[in-house]
């Protein structure tokens, strides 16, 4: 088990900012890659942003690109998403989750064995 636990989340206006971080119960956390998915309102959970093991690599969706910025702490077990420039359609549920797979599957939703309990971020425009 993995336990993550989320913290960061609450309401903004849009051209705002956040910073979510998720902080792993485990001293293995430097094994795993990590990942945030949010799931908007009446729509599929979906990956938004995830860093491998060794933050050699990150990967954003299209729509964040620029904006969203993920980084990890290897030594605090600790992953974060610094969120700029927010947009109303960034409101939604954010989870943090691991996974022991390579990078090519780091954006697969389904090869995440640990999720966070979710953060409500709120955009208002």
């Known amino acids: 088990q993995v336990p993550l636990v989320e913290s960061g989340g609450g309401e903004v206006q849009a051209g705002g900012s956040l910073r979510l971080s998720c902080t792993a119960s485990t001293h293995r956390f430097r094994i795993y890659n990590m990942a945030w998915f949010r799931q908007a309102p009446g729509k599929e959970r979906e990956f938004i942003a995830g860093?491998?093991?060794?933050?050699?690599?990150?990967y954003y969706t299209d729509s964040v690109k620029g904006r969203f910025t993920c980084t990890r702490d290897n030594a605090q077990n600790t992953v974060y998403l610094q969120m700029n420039s927010l947009k109303s359609e960034d409101t939604g549920l954010y989870s943090c989750?691991?996974?022991?797979?390579?990078?090519?599957?780091?954006?697969?939703?389904?090869?995440?064995?640990?999720w966070g309990q979710g953060n409500q971020v709120t955009v208002s425009s």
């Open positions: 989750a691991a996974n022991s797979r390579g990078w090519r599957w780091i954006k697969v939703q389904a090869t995440y064995n640990y």
């Open positions: 860093i491998t093991w060794n933050e050699d690599n990150t």
